[in-house]
């Protein structure tokens, strides 16, 4: 019994020195890259779900924002303009009938991000999910595409944070 915990103690003391000794290091949770403290959030609508989405987001995880052109400390200040978005539904599947059973809902997102004294980069990705259309089960079908799309803005908008710090690194 004894012998078991000391190999296992001894284990894991091995296993830690040879995470340290190749360089592993657990990551921040950083979403700004350093040097810059908030975010201005803008778009072409300002009342979109995807910006809407964005400030939840940012809300949620406290990353410091604003929704007006900063004043003080723009040299700080990342700022994102989203463009709005666009669905578009792709047909995977149909019934012996005919009547479609499966859509692959694909969520454009474009946006544009401007570091301080560089250069504007316009970004464009898809989120994509399949939805599945069943023809029995009619009722509440709109409330149940609202929430899938709430849900792909939401994936955009944590993808668009995620992908902040190696924009900023990227554009040096």
Not at 102 to 118: A, D, N, T, W
Request: charged share 20%; hydrophobic share 40%; proline share 6%.
């Amino acid at each position: 019994m004894k012998t078991l915990k000391l190999t296992n103690w001894s284990l894991m003391i091995i296993a830690a020195i040879m995470l340290t000794g190749c360089g592993f290091k657990l990551r921040s949770g950083q979403a700004l890259p350093a040097g810059y403290n908030q975010i201005y959030l803008s778009g072409t609508q300002d009342f979109s779900p995807l910006k809407r989405s964005m400030e939840e987001y940012l809300n949620r995880y406290e990353i410091p924002f604003v929704l007006s052109e900063p004043q003080t400390h723009p040299y700080s200040t990342v700022a994102i303009y989203l463009m709005p978005d666009t669905l578009d539904r792709r047909l995977l599947s149909l019934y012996p009938t005919g009547q479609v059973a499966e859509y692959e809902l694909v969520l454009s997102i474009r946006y544009q991000v401007i570091f301080p004294g560089k250069e504007a980069q316009f970004i464009e990705f898809d989120v994509t999910r399949e939805y599945q259309d069943d023809p029995d089960a009619i009722l509440a079908k709109s409330r149940e595409l609202e929430l899938v799309l709430s849900e792909l803005r939401q994936q955009a908008a944590d993808r668009i944070i995620r992908m902040l710090p190696s924009q900023g690194s990227s554009n040096l």
